[in-house]
């Protein structure tokens, strides 16, 4: 399909998201240019003189994991750098199972919490952050969402070199702005890391789970009955937004043929918040299966996908968790953008049905509730992927 002229400057489904930061990057990059005439334009980068980085990646828990490949080949490419990874608090609890950096910092990002929904203006907090960076006197900074908002805070920070994909607006406050392909977010950032001068060796995501989470996860399953030899699956049934999850009264079926009539142990994880729709599923679904929502951690809630022979969920961060682990998985797929965000191979199954003419979507509404795409899978769908999958790994 032949991309209009704001689809190639603009990474966004919205439209008018894309005209607005069109119009920004266009008055941006006009006063920038006329600024660049008078101080002589950029000194040339040189990786061999980076002493200090800092690396933002300010949004979701699944692009945080999709960006482990990239911190990974970042730290082998400086080793001898200091580095400082920037992230948002609803992704904290994961940040311990990322050992390539040196110090994290976690700010609530004023921009970012508006579009989750706090609206709370903290100038004092964010002047007290962005001073703080500045004194810190980076030498290269890397924002790899490539987006205006965590652009801005990069650029507040007086970094010496700053990278980043200009693909969702903010390019005229780089100094090395990179025009990527629009691909998946993985290789998104590892394309930039390539352009800092580092060559990419490996290109899978990974975390290294704890060893204490990984023996919390045993007595937690010890407690519940559940031998080291027995065999679980875990299932996530919810996502950052609704009309991104299939349906609960669905998961409960598939619950319940897999733990009835093929005898693993089922387990339903999720966050605290998620716990009424958990609750649900589990009345639905028999005694059988286990709720695990509110009761562990993130680092926990890894080590327990890590323990599991099988993963089943939506376009979600738990999904990403279990590619970065490699536990088989099932994948819901509907609003979201599959080349971005999706994984297909023998063991990773991507489930996605429906012909939506609003597809790709927001996701926070939906225009064809009527031919909703997420519940087009039907349950057979997954039962028919998990015996693929368990065929899959029976014969190797």
Sequence with gaps: MKKSLLSNRCESVDLKVRILLFLVDIVGGFIFSVAKLFN???????????????????????????????????????????????IGPWTAGIAEC????DRLVVHDCFLFSVFRGNRKLRFREELDFIRALRQSKYDLGID??????????????????RFAQ????????????IKGEF???????????????????????????PENDMKYIE??????????????????PCALYYWRSWPPEKFARVAALLAENYNFVVILVGSREDRNILDKIGSLAGPKIINSSGELTLGQVAALINRSVLFIGNDSGLTHIAAAVKTPMIQLFGPGETEKFGYRSDKNILLMKG????????QRTCKYQDHWCMDQISVEDVMGAFRKIISFRISI
């Design 40 to 86: 002589g334009g950029h000194e040339k980068y040189d990786p061999g003189k980076v002493k200090k980085i800092i690396i933002f990646r300010l949004d979701g828990l699944g692009d945080l994991v999709l960006s482990t490949a990239a911190l990974r080949e970042i730290r082998k490419g400086f080793p001898q750098a200091e580095i400082t990874l920037v």
């Design 98 to 101: 990322i050992p390539f950096y």
């Design 144 to 161: 790899l969402r490539g987006d205006l908002l965590s652009i801005i805070p990069l650029f507040l920070s007086a970094v010496r070199f």
């Design 166 to 177: 200009d693909t969702r607006g903010g390019g005229f406050l780089l100094t090395h702005s």
């Design 183 to 209: 691909k998946h977010v993985k290789d998104k950032t590892l394309q930039l890391v390539e352009t800092l001068g580092v060559a990419v060796e490996d290109r899978e995501t990974e975390l290294d789970i």
């Design 219 to 236: 007595e937690y399953l010890g407690e519940k009955g559940i031998k080291q030899a027995d065999s679980v699956i875990s299932i996530a």
């Design 355 to 362: 012909d939506c003419p609003y597809h790709p979507c927001d």
